[in-house]
């Protein structure tokens, strides 16, 4: 019903930037909160950052001041901007599409993407 096709991801350097796609189908984009989590191996998921259909967004601590999500509603796309990536960042980053944003925090929907990895390493 919901497909989510996400891209984006590479081995990168300490300090350099990635820049992730998500791209939906099946719903109407605008309309829809959006939330990037992220998995480590032997790790938990994790929620990076979310973006409301008005376009607020927020952001984990860790990555605050270093990752930006925007979507293109034409492109029916949202992305993670990584700039000053750390080698902590290693993980498989994850598109979630119309989860529950509830007081600063967001609660995802079933509807994922495939995951793209990401590394970073000298």
């Known amino acids: 019903q919901v497909q989510l096709v996400e891209s984006g991801g590479g081995l990168v350097q300490p300090g350099g930037s990635l820049r992730l796609s998500c791209a939906a189908s099946g719903t109407i984009f605008s309309r829809n909160a959006m939330g990037w989590y992220r998995q480590a191996p032997g790790r938990e998921r994790e929620l990076v950052a979310f973006?409301?259909?008005?376009?607020?967004?927020n952001y984990a601590d860790s990555v605050k001041g270093r990752f930006t999500i925007s979507r293109d509603n034409a492109k029916n796309t949202v992305y993670l901007q990584m700039n000053s990536l750390k080698p902590e960042d290693t993980a498989v980053y994850y598109c979630?599409?119309?989860?529950?944003?509830?007081?600063?925090?967001?609660?995802?929907?079933?509807?994922w993407g495939q995951g793209t990895q990401v590394t970073v390493s000298s």
């Open positions: 979630n599409a119309g989860g529950t944003p509830v007081s600063g925090s967001y609660f995802p929907s079933p509807y």
């Open positions: 973006m409301l259909s008005g376009g607020s967004t």
